[in-house]
């Protein structure tokens, strides 16, 4: 069986167990070294970057989030087996885990670590897509050649990088196409390394629980329960043209997805119309301070995804759904673009106040007419000048953190 050490990158066939280091951390899998689909994911990235800058949190439960942005935007694995959730309520997350620390996000740190991640990629492939800061898929097709060692190897060698470089541990999915990758990044986390293989495909697939499709969301997952399908299994029943007769072009792709199949490539360049997040909730609500928490938490994550993409959006678009299922879209257009969380959130929210048809079961944010970073956040705000500076200040800090680390400089309040 094809083995490869992830701590001295051996490879071999004897199991899991290391025969030139003795190392127990190895993986084994009879495609290892023939499969070249990736999907790296940080592990509770934002949490981890907070205790690589404050060893005194290292054993703690931490949270990032509260104050007006009061849901949890990410929560370490210690607060996770507590039960703690992103987007769940900041109150909610606390009675669970009281002990837990609050810790207000820094994006500017995020961005910048993020950054350095990527470079670390950009060595291996010039395929990489990513999908926000902390995840992305990679394409390491034909690059056995020019480093001398299968995709398999030059994976662990990234994630054992960005660990002993920069203090943040990743989890890798490696497969034979997207979504499979994808997939596999979730089932070992963290620090894992899972692999799905070509033969292994339909079996591996069948009795799995469709809420594992990317996009497959509560709203997606309660059509789909109507209908009878709760597993891969159940999709395989269906007929094509009957799954796309019921669930349109979504219908199309289950089909496909039930077989394993993900036609979709790698791509740095893909073009992207728009950038958006939105969450439906398990009890319709009207709570002003849950639904500003949540504005704040997907107005964080577009602002992460567009710094990914190196992209910014000139449209900023709020959606919301009733109780009665009457779907509202306020749009607003800025003077030039932004990528910055603080100023989607702002519009978004002056967007909200115009709407009153309370309680909503679904609030999204997004962006769009998207345009290159360096046109984004250029014209002053003269109503608001203070944001001038937070855009200034949030540059002028990636730059240095860029150039000499992300511990270079840091806001006053992240030492409190």
Not at 307 to 315: C, E, M, Y
């Amino acid at each position: 069986m094809p083995s490869l050490c992830r701590t001295c990158f051996h490879q071999h066939d004897q199991g899991t167990r290391c025969p030139a280091c003795g190392s127990p951390r190895g993986i084994s899998h009879p495609e290892l070294f023939e499969l070249s689909i990736a999907h790296m994911d940080c592990d509770a990235f934002y949490a981890s970057v907070e205790k690589r800058d404050n060893p005194e949190l290292r054993d703690k439960p931490v949270i990032v989030g509260g104050g007006r942005r009061g849901v949890v935007s990410t929560a370490c694995y210690i607060a996770r087996i507590k039960g703690v959730r992103s987007a769940m309520p900041m109150f909610q997350a606390l009675k669970l885990c009281p002990e837990a620390v609050v810790v207000r996000g820094r994006m500017d740190v995020y961005v910048a670590v993020s950054r350095q991640i990527r470079a670390m990629m950009e060595e291996l492939t010039p395929a990489i897509e990513p999908l926000s800061l902390d995840e992305a898929f990679l394409d390491l097709t034909g690059t056995a050649k020019l480093h001398h060692a299968p995709p398999a190897v030059m994976l662990a060698r990234l994630v054992n990088r960005m660990e002993s470089e920069l203090g943040i541990s990743g989890s890798i999915g490696l497969s034979h196409n997207k979504f499979l990758a994808k997939v596999a990044s979730d089932l070992d986390k963290p620090r894992g390394f899972s692999t799905i293989g070509k033969a292994e495909t339909s079996d591996f697939l069948r009795d799995r629980p469709v809420s594992m499709i990317w996009g497959v969301g509560a709203v997606s997952r309660e059509s789909l329960e109507k209908a009878g399908i709760r597993t891969f299994a159940d999709l395989l029943r269906w007929d094509r043209q009957d799954l796309h007769a019921r669930f349109g072009s979504m219908g199309d792709r289950l089909w496909h997805l039930a077989r394993g199949e993900d036609f979709r490539r790698v791509s740095a360049h893909e073009p992207v119309k728009g950038i958006s997040n939105e969450t439906t909730f398990h009890e319709d609500t009207a709570s002003a301070d849950l639904l500003d928490g949540h504005l704040w938490r997907m107005a964080e994550k577009v602002a992460d995804r567009a710094k990914a993409k190196q992209i910014a959006g000139r449209v900023v678009t709020l959606k919301l759904k009733t109780a009665k299922f009457k779907i509202i879209t306020r749009r607003q257009s800025l003077r030039d673009p932004t990528q910055l969380a603080d100023r989607i959130y702002r519009t978004a929210r002056d967007l909200m106040a115009g709407v009153n048809e309370g309680p909503y079961r679904l609030l999204g944010v997004g962006i769009s007419d998207l345009q290159p970073e360096g046109d984004a956040d250029r014209t002053p705000d003269l109503l608001d000048p203070d944001a001038t500076k937070r855009s200034e200040a949030e540059r002028a800090t990636d730059r240095i953190r860029q150039k000499f680390g992300s511990d270079a400089i840091r806001k006053g309040r992240s030492l409190r």
